[in-house]
């Protein structure tokens, strides 16, 4: 019996201890401040929009990297076949 309360009181102070140590998130939001009164807006990180575009330069297959962001190439043109 003694050995049942000691795993029940170990149990719970483990599953407590778990609670507590859950990180909590909250959302940033930038103000700015205008003519017209103060506007506050969301703040949200935001990645550029990086692919593949691909074209045939007599009758050879290129691939380069592209920013869809910035609409810029990232580095050179590589032959595929």
Same mark, same amino acid.
């Given at each position: 019996?003694?050995?049942?309360?000691? @795993? !029940?009181?170990? *149990?719970?102070? +483990?599953? =407590?201890?778990?609670?507590?140590? %859950?990180? @909590? !998130?909250?959302? *940033?939001?930038? +103000?700015? =401040?205008?003519?017209?009164?103060? %506007?506050?807006?969301?703040?949200? *990180?935001?990645?550029?929009?990086?692919?593949?575009?691909?074209?045939?330069?007599?009758?050879?297959?290129?691939?380069?990297?592209?920013?869809?962001?910035?609409?810029?190439?990232?580095?050179?043109?590589?032959?595929?076949?």
């Amino acid at each position: 019996m003694k050995k049942n309360k000691l @795993f !029940f009181r170990t *149990a719970a102070f +483990v599953l =407590s201890a778990q609670i507590l140590s %859950v990180p @909590f !998130f909250c959302q *940033a939001t930038a +103000v700015s =401040s205008e003519s017209s009164g103060n %506007v506050i807006e969301s703040s949200i *990180a935001r990645s550029d929009e990086i692919g593949w575009i691909y074209e045939t330069r007599n009758g050879k297959l290129y691939k380069c990297l592209f920013n869809f962001t910035t609409g810029e190439e990232i580095g050179d043109w590589i032959l595929v076949g």
